[in-house]
């Protein structure tokens, strides 16, 4: 807990590295829950 964070520094754009990854992950399964289907969504014979 004692090591100094990392930064990216683009202008006046400035964010950790451990932040930039959090976001990443989270737009992937953001992405990920818009695309795949949802579990239990077939029907099958004789369902309605």
């Known amino acids: 807990m004692n090591l100094k964070a990392v930064y990216i520094h683009?202008?006046?754009f400035q964010m950790s590295i451990t932040n930039?990854?959090?976001i990443l992950g989270m737009l992937v399964?953001?992405?990920?829950?818009?695309t795949l289907p949802?579990?239990?969504?077939?029907?099958?014979?004789?369902?309605?």
């Open 10 to 12: 683009i202008g006046w």
């Open 29 to 34: 399964l953001f992405g990920l829950a818009l």
């Open 38 to 48: 949802f579990p239990g969504n077939k029907k099958g014979k004789g369902q309605k």
């Open 20 to 22: 930039l990854v959090i």
